[in-house]
């Protein structure tokens, strides 16, 4: 058994020895969307490990690749559902952040102040700024995004 903090949590979870960070999460229901179903191909599983990254498995070459396209990735950040723990010492920060994955969903914002910044999913590009009232000319701004996900979640890693 092995213990995963969250920042955001007092709580810390509890999984066996070789689950994923992912599985840390869903232990603490934290809110993840996991839109590619645990591939790698997406941001939503996104997360800062600020302690014990020595005891997570390296970065898959998926993870490789699809971080270096991910907006506000750092040294520090891993893909959930690709790190499996392997020991103590574990500190997860979640990157702030709502990921929307469809034209629709964004439309069910307008009239509503950006909470925290609003990003896409697949890259977690900044779509709209924290702070800022979503109007229906903010979200015709972005019509032309692509939130095909039928597309994404056909693609191999190597076309990321
Ligand atoms: S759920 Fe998509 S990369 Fe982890």
């Known amino acids: 058994m092995k213990t995963i903090k969250f920042k955001h949590d007092s709580q810390p979870a509890i999984i066996q020895t070789k ?12 809110p993840v969307q996991m839109l ?3 591939r790698g191909l997406c941001a939503t599983c996104h997360v800062h490990v600020v302690e014990g990254s020595s005891q997570l498995t390296p970065q898959t ?11 506000g990735a ?26 929307v994955e469809s034209f629709a969903q ?8 950006a909470q925290q910044p609003v990003l ?15 109007t229906r000319s903010v979200v015709n701004e972005l019509k032309s995004v692509d939130f095909d ?5 056909t693609r191999s890693a190597s076309e990321i």
């Open 120 to 134: 896409h999913p697949l890259d977690a590009r900044v779509l709209i700024q924290e702070g800022k009232i979503i």
């Open 19 to 30: 689950q994923r960070l992912l599985d840390a999460m869903l232990v603490r229901q934290v």
């Open 106 to 113: 964004l439309e069910q914002l307008i009239g509503k102040r």
């Open 74 to 99: 750092k040294a520090n950040s891993r893909l959930a559902c690709q790190a499996q723990v392997l020991g103590e010492g574990i500190h997860v920060e979640l990157p702030k952040g709502l990921y």
């Open 61 to 71: 070459d998926r993870e490789k690749l699809t971080l270096a396209v991910l907006t």
């Open 149 to 153: 996900w039928q597309k994404i979640n």
């Open 36 to 38: 590619c179903g645990g």
